[in-house]
């Protein structure tokens, strides 16, 4: 079993930055791939960025060039830099994960269905 536990959320101004962190704990060798997930009413679960155990990450459109997804795999910790915050980015922010011990590489993605852990969540409001 694995436990996530994400922090970092909170309010800031637009054009502010927040940096997210997922702590992951049990059994959380072998290959990976992780990813943030937002949510906000209205609206549908939405994958943000993800990360697989190759360091090879992939971001939604809105998140490029604004958001970074990294880990550090000694802290068992993923990461969520975001920058340029704007409004439309306020929504309650999710970690997912997956671990395989079959010893073949599983690629990021950001399909909901692709991941059989998640966190709690944190909240992340942007204001005008």
């Known amino acids: 079993q694995v436990h996530l536990v994400e922090s970092g959320g909170g309010s800031v101004q637009s054009g502010g930055s927040l940096k997210l962190s997922c702590a992951a704990s049990?059994?959380?060798?072998?290959?990976?791939?992780m990813a943030w997930f937002r949510h906000s009413q209205g609206h549908e679960r939405q994958g943000v960025a993800a990360i697989d155990s190759r360091g090879t990450t992939g971001y939604a459109y809105f998140a490029k060039d604004r958001f970074a997804i990294s880990t550090d795999d000694a802290k068992n910790t993923l990461y969520l830099q975001m920058n340029s915050l704007k409004p439309e980015d306020t929504a309650t922010y999710y970690c997912?994960?997956?671990?395989?011990?079959?010893?073949?590489?599983?690629?990021?993605?950001?399909?909901?269905?692709?991941?059989?852990?998640w966190g709690q969540g944190t909240q992340v409001t942007v204001a005008s």
């Open positions: 997912a994960a997956s671990y395989f011990f079959d010893g073949y590489y599983y690629a990021q993605s950001l399909q909901p269905s692709a991941y059989s852990y």
């Open positions: 049990g059994y959380t060798s072998g290959s990976y791939r």
